[in-house]
C-alpha cells in the first residue's frame, strides 16, 4: 500500500514537472454566430517554453497567419506559452473540434458550433383571391427552435380560431379572405435554443377582388358632326384596367377622333361619321385575376335635315296659292307649317277655312294651300323639319296685293274735323295697301276741283308717312277753305292701276250751346253745381267753363266768375263744380258759359243758390288704408272738410282706441279712449306711436273753429304682426268671473231644490211658499175664507178639495177665483205676516157649526158628513168642493186713455253728403258742440 502511493506521487511529480494547456473560452463547446470573427486562446503554462499548436476538424495543423494558407482559420502567436485561433468570416465548413497542443503530449478540445444569422424570407405583396382560403408564406433560416408570431396591423394573431391557421410554421392560412383582410401583416420569429435570435418581416396581402362595372356606358343617339361620349366606370381590386374595343374586337386608341381620358373611364369620339355606327365594348380587368367585367353600348348616328329655302311669293286677294316645305338631305323627318311660333295642324285650319296642310309623298313633303287669300295672310311661315338627328327650318314670304283701302280703324278714331279763320289744321286718311300707296288730295270750292298736290301755293303742304297715314297742312283764310277735301290713294298690281278716293268735310267752328246748370248742394261757404255738356258743342272739345255768380253786398250788386277745366271725369252726362270761398246765409245768382277750342258760348239761364247759415266744419275725409304697415304705428290719412262751415279751421283732433271687431255695437267710454292729440290745420297726416301689434283699432278725427268743433269720420284699422301667444296664464275679465259665479249659484240653488223636493215632497221654492207666504202645497186647492163673528170664534177656516196624485187628473168643478172667496178684503200679501193655522186649528174649526150667516154671504160651504172628537183627531176626510153662488163676473176691461194729439215732429236735419250714419249718431250724442243742422 504504501509503495502504491510512493509510485502515484511520483508520477505526479513528473507530471507537474511537465507543465499544462488551458482554453479561453474553456468549452467543451463554443456556440458562435456567422456573423462574427471566433477568437480562442491557448494558453501552455510549465517549465519549459513550449508554444501550443493547434488542429482543425480535419486534424490539419492550423498556419501561422500571414503564410497564405489560411482558409479563414490561421494562429497567431502573441507570447511564446499562447496561441490564438482566430477565425474570419466563419463558414458552415468551419465548424467542428479544434485541438490545442505541445510537444510534450499536452491537449485540449473545444467543440465549435456555428449558427448562421436567423433569417426570414417572405414574398411581398403576396396576393390573393377574395372569399378563398390564403395561404401568406413566411420561411426561416435557422438551425435553432424557432417560435413564430403574427400581426395583423396592430392587432396580434393569437393561436389558431375559426379566421386564422397559425399552427403551420412556414405560413399564416387566412380562412374566406375577404376585402377587410387587405393589408400589411408582420410575421416574427424568436430562437428558443442557440443564440437566441429574433427577427421580423411586413409583408403585404392583397386580395383581390373581380372587376365590375358599376356605370356603364348607355346607347348614345348622335348627329353627324357632332360628338358622342361614352363613360365606364368600374370597382374591383387593385383597380380595373378599362379598355374600348369595337364590335369587330378592334382597339381603340387614343386618336385625333378617339380621345380616351381618365384611365379610360370616358371614350370621346368626335366629329361623328356615318361608319361610326356600331358597339362599343368597355372590358375592365384586374392584374392577376382572369376574370373580366364587359358592358356594350350602342352607338347611332343620325343624320340632321336640310330643309329646301324658302321662297318670295306674292299672291292677290282672293287668289289661290300654295307654299311647299320639304327636305333636300339628311334622315326621314316630320315636317310642320308654323305661323306666329304656332304648329299648324295637317288638314282645314280651325280659325281659317281656306287654309289646309296636306301631306304628301308619305310625309316627306308638306304643302299649305290657300284656297282663297286674304289680306290677312300676308306674313311669314315657317318650314320646320325634326328627327332624331336634330332639326331645321326655312321661312317663306307670302305677299299679299290689294288696293287701296280705308283703314277704318284709325280714321274713326279721329273723328270730325272742324276749324276756324287762322288756325292751322292738319287733315289725315289712314290708308291700307299693298303694295305701298302713293298719294294726292283735291279740294272742291263750289264747282271748283284744285289739286293740292300739284299747286306751288306754300298754304297747303301735302306729306305722307310709311304707316300709310297722308296729310295735307293748312291754316283757313277765308270761308271757302272750309269745304270737302278728297285723298287719293293708288297702286300698280300686275300692271293695272288700282285708285280709291276719301271724302273728308272740313267744318267751321262755332260756339257751343248754353249747358243746362242745377243747384247740387249748399253749404256755408260753397255751393256745389250739376253741369250738363250743351248738346251742341261747337264742333268742338269742351275745354272749360266759365262760372259766374252774382251777389249783393251793401246794397250793391257784385260780380265775380271763374274758369273751371272741363273735367269728364264722371260716367254720367253732367260733371259736378263747386264755387268755394262765398259767405253764409246769402243767396247767389250763378250763370255758366261752355268754352271750346275756338270760343266762348252762351251763358245759361240764371239758377239761384242760397248758402245755409255758420256752422261747425264738415267731418274731414279719411284716405288712409285700413291696415298698417308697421306693428306699433299707424299713419292716417285725410283730406280737408269739404266746407268749412263759415270759419276758417283752427286745428284737427284725433282719437283712438282698441276695439273687438266681434262685437262692433259695444259702447266705448270715455275712459277706454286715447287722449285727444290736437294737430296743427296745415297738415294732412298724422303719426300714431306706440301701437300694440295686430290689434284693432278704431280712430276719429274733426276739425274745429272758432264755430265749435265738426263731424267726425271714424276708420277702423289694424296693425301688422301676430300677437305673442301668453306665457303665464291670463285673468279673467270681469264678465266672465260675474257669469261663473251666476252660474255657481244656480247649480247651487238646483241642487238645493232637488233636495228639498226629495225630503219634503215639494221644491224649495214651493216649501218658501208655504211656509213664508201661506200658499198650499202642490196637489191641493185650498181656499180661505174669513170667518165673522160667531160661535166658533175668529179666524180662518180652510176648505181643501183633495186632488190623488195618482191619475193627475183636474177637478170637475171650475176652479174658484180667489179674489171671489174672499170679497172686497183681499188676502194679506206675504209680507204682512198673516197668522198660520195648525193642522190641530184646523181640525177644530172644521168641528164645529157652520158659520153664521154674516161670514161669508158668497159662499155656500158644505160640512163634512161625520164630525170627528175633538180628544182623539182623526184623519181629515176631504172637503166637498165650493161652489160660488154666483157666477163669477169677468173683471171689466181696462179703457185705454183718450188719444191725444201728438206734438208736430220737428223736421230733420238735412244730412250732409260727406257724413255716414255713424258720423251723424256722433253728432246727436255730441249736441251743442255739432252746431245747427242743415
Known amino acids: 500500500m504504501d509503495s502504491l502511493r510512493i509510485l502515484l506521487f511520483a508520477l505526479a511529480y513528473v507530471r507537474l514537472s511537465y507543465g499544462a494547456v488551458s482554453l479561453a473560452p474553456q468549452g467543451p463547446t463554443l456556440e458562435k454566430g456567422m456573423t462574427e470573427d471566433i477568437v480562442i486562446l491557448c494558453t501552455y503554462s510549465g517549465d519549459d517554453d513550449l508554444r501550443p499548436q493547434w488542429r482543425d476538424p480535419q486534424n490539419n495543423v492550423v498556419p501561422l497567419a500571414g503564410t497564405g494558407v489560411s482558409g479563414g482559420v490561421a494562429v497567431t502567436h502573441p507570447t511564446t506559452t499562447i496561441t490564438k485561433l482566430e477565425i474570419t468570416n466563419p463558414q458552415e465548413s468551419h465548424e467542428g473540434q479544434y485541438t490545442c497542443f505541445t510537444t510534450d503530449g499536452e491537449q485540449k478540445s473545444i467543440n465549435l458550433v456555428l449558427y448562421p444569422p436567423l433569417e426570414l424570407e417572405a414574398d411581398s405583396p403576396q396576393s390573393f383571391e377574395i372569399y378563398r382560403n390564403a395561404r401568406v408564406l413566411c420561411k426561416v433560416n435557422s438551425k435553432a427552435n424557432v417560435l ?28 374566406n379572405i375577404s376585402s377587410q383582410d387587405d393589408g400589411t401583416y408582420e410575421c416574427s420569429a424568436t430562437e428558443t435554443t442557440g443564440l437566441v435570435a429574433s427577427d421580423s418581416i411586413d409583408i403585404r396581402v392583397e386580395v383581390l377582388v373581380p372587376p365590375k362595372i358599376t356605370l356603364g356606358p348607355e346607347d348614345f343617339n348622335g348627329t353627324e358632326g357632332k360628338n358622342a361620349e361614352f363613360k365606364c366606370i368600374a370597382t374591383g381590386n ?226 305722307s308717312t310709311a304707316d300709310g297715314a297722308s296729310s295735307v297742312s293748312f291754316t283757313p283764310g277765308k270761308s271757302e277753305d ?124 240764371e239758377v239761384i243758390g242760397r248758402t245755409l247759415s255758420s256752422r261747425p266744419p264738415y267731418a274731414p275725409k279719411i284716405t ?139 221644491g224649495m221654492t214651493m216649501c218658501l211658499c208655504v211656509h213664508c207666504c201661506g200658499r198650499q202645497a202642490p196637489g191641493t186647492k185650498a181656499t180661505e175664507v174669513e170667518l165673522g163673528e160667531g160661535e166658533a170664534g175668529k179666524g180662518k177656516v180652510t176648505y181643501s178639495e183633495i186632488r190623488e196624485d195618482g191619475d193627475g187628473s183636474a177637478p170637475s168643478d171650475p176652479p174658484v177665483e180667489k179674489d171671489k172667496l174672499i170679497g172686497s178684503d183681499m188676502a194679506p200679501p206675504c209680507d204682512e205676516k198673516t197668522p198660520m193655522l195648525s193642522d190641530q186649528d184646523t181640525l177644530e174649526i172644521n168641528g164645529t157649526e157652520p158659520s153664521p150667516p154674516g161670514a161669508g154671504e158668497d159662499l155656500k160651504a158644505e160640512q163634512p158628513a161625520e164630525e170627528a172628537p175633538v180628544e182623539t183627531p182623526a184623519p181629515v176626510e176631504p172637503l166637498a168642493p165650493v161652489e160660488p153662488s154666483a157666477p163669477v163676473e169677468p173683471p171689466a176691461p181696462v179703457e185705454p186713455p183718450a188719444a191725444t194729439d201728438p206734438e208736430p215732429a220737428e223736421t230733420p236735419a238735412e244730412p250732409q253728403p260727406d257724413s255716414t250714419p255713424e258720423q251723424n249718431t256722433t253728432d246727436e250724442a255730441k249736441g251743442s258742440n255739432q252746431g245747427p243742422a242743415e
Open 148 to 175: 413564430y408570431e403574427w400581426k395583423f396591423g396592430e392587432l396580434a394573431i393569437a393561436g389558431t380560431n375559426a379566421k386564422y391557421n397559425i399552427e403551420h410554421k412556414e405560413y399564416l392560412e387566412i380562412v
Open 624 to 762: 288712409s288704408p285700413q291696415t298698417s304697415e308697421s306693428e306699433t304705428e299707424y299713419t292716417l290719412e285725410w283730406e280737408e272738410p269739404a266746407d268749412n262751415g263759415g270759419a276758417e279751421i283752427e286745428a284737427y283732433y284725433i282719437q283712438y282706441w282698441e276695439y273687438d271687431p266681434n262685437r262692433p255695437n259695444e259702447v266705448i267710454e270715455n275712459g277706454d279712449k286715447s287722449s285727444v292729440q290736437k294737430v296743427d290745420k296745415v297738415y294732412r297726416k298724422h303719426i300714431i306711436p306706440e301701437l300694440e301689434k295686430a290689434t284693432d283699432y278704431k280712430v276719429e278725427i274733426w276739425a274745429s273753429s272758432t264755430l265749435g268743433d265738426g263731424n267726425r269720420d271714424i276708420i277702423a284699422f289694424k296693425t301688422a304682426g301676430k300677437k305673442n301667444l301668453p306665457t303665464e296664464s291670463v285673468g279673467l275679465e270681469k264678465g266672465t268671473i260675474i257669469g261663473i259665479v251666476i252660474a255657481a249659484f244656480l247649480i247651487v240653488l238646483i241642487v238645493v231644490d232637488i233636495s228639498c223636493c226629495i225630503v219634503n215632497d215639494c
Open 238 to 463: 387593385p383597380p380595373p384596367v378599362l379598355r374600348w374595343t369595337t364590335s369587330g374586337n378592334q382597339v381603340i386608341e387614343s386618336t385625333d377622333r378617339f380621345t380616351i381620358e381618365d384611365s379610360g373611364e370616358k371614350l370621346i369620339i368626335n366629329d361623328l361619321r356615318k361608319a361610326d355606327e356600331g358597339s362599343y365594348i368597355c372590358t375592365a380587368t384586374v392584374e392577376k385575376l382572369t376574370i373580366t367585367a364587359q358592358r356594350v353600348a350602342t352607338l347611332r348616328v343620325f343624320i340632321p335635315p336640310v330643309v329646301q329655302e324658302g321662297i318670295e311669293k306674292s299672291a292677290l286677294e282672293n287668289s289661290r296659292e300654295t307654299l311647299s316645305c320639304n327636305t333636300v338631305s339628311g334622315d326621314k323627318s316630320e315636317l310642320t307649317w308654323r305661323r306666329f311660333g304656332e304648329d299648324m295642324p295637317v288638314g282645314v285650319q280651325p280659325t281659317a277655312a281656306d287654309i289646309e296642310v296636306q301631306s304628301l309623298q308619305d310625309g316627306s313633303r308638306l304643302d299649305l294651300i290657300f284656297s282663297s287669300v286674304k289680306r290677312s295672310y300676308n306674313g311669314s311661315y315657317e318650314c320646320f323639319a325634326k328627327n332624331a338627328g336634330g332639326e331645321a327650318s326655312a321661312i317663306s314670304n307670302l305677299t299679299v296685293n290689294f288696293p287701296p283701302v280705308i283703314d277704318k280703324k284709325r280714321q274713326d278714331q279721329q273723328g270730325a274735323y272742324t276749324g276756324w279763320i287762322g288756325n292751322e289744321m292738319t287733315l289725315t286718311c289712314y290708308w291700307l295697301a299693298n303694295p305701298p300707296a302713293q298719294y294726292y288730295w283735291v279740294i272742291k270750292r263750289n264747282t271748283q276741283v284744285t289739286n293740292l298736290t300739284d299747286i306751288s301755293d306754300p298754304v297747303f303742304t301735302v306729306f
Open 482 to 605: 272750309f269745304s270737302v277735301y278728297t285723298c287719293y290713294a293708288y297702286n300698280v298690281i300686275d300692271g293695272v292701276e288700282q285708285v280709291a278716293q276719301h271724302n273728308i268735310d272740313f267744318r267751321s267752328a262755332g260756339a257751343p250751346d248754353a249747358p243746362n246748370v242745377e243747384v247740387d248742394t249748399n253749404r256755408p261757404t260753397s255751393i256745389t253745381l250739376r253741369i250738363e255738356e250743351p248738346e251742341y258743342t261747337g264742333g268742338l272739345d269742351i275745354i272749360s267753363y266759365n262760372i259766374t255768380w252774382k251777389f249783393e253786398s251793401r246794397g250793391e250788386e257784385v260780380v265775380k266768375y271763374e274758369v273751371f277745366d272741363y273735367k269728364n271725369e264722371d260716367d254720367e252726362d253732367f260733371e259736378r263744380y263747386v264755387i268755394e270761398g262765398l259767405d253764409s246765409e246769402k243767396p247767389y245768382k250763378i250763370q255758366v258759359a261752355a268754352k271750346n277750342e275756338y270760343i266762348l258760348g252762351e251763358q245759361s239761364e
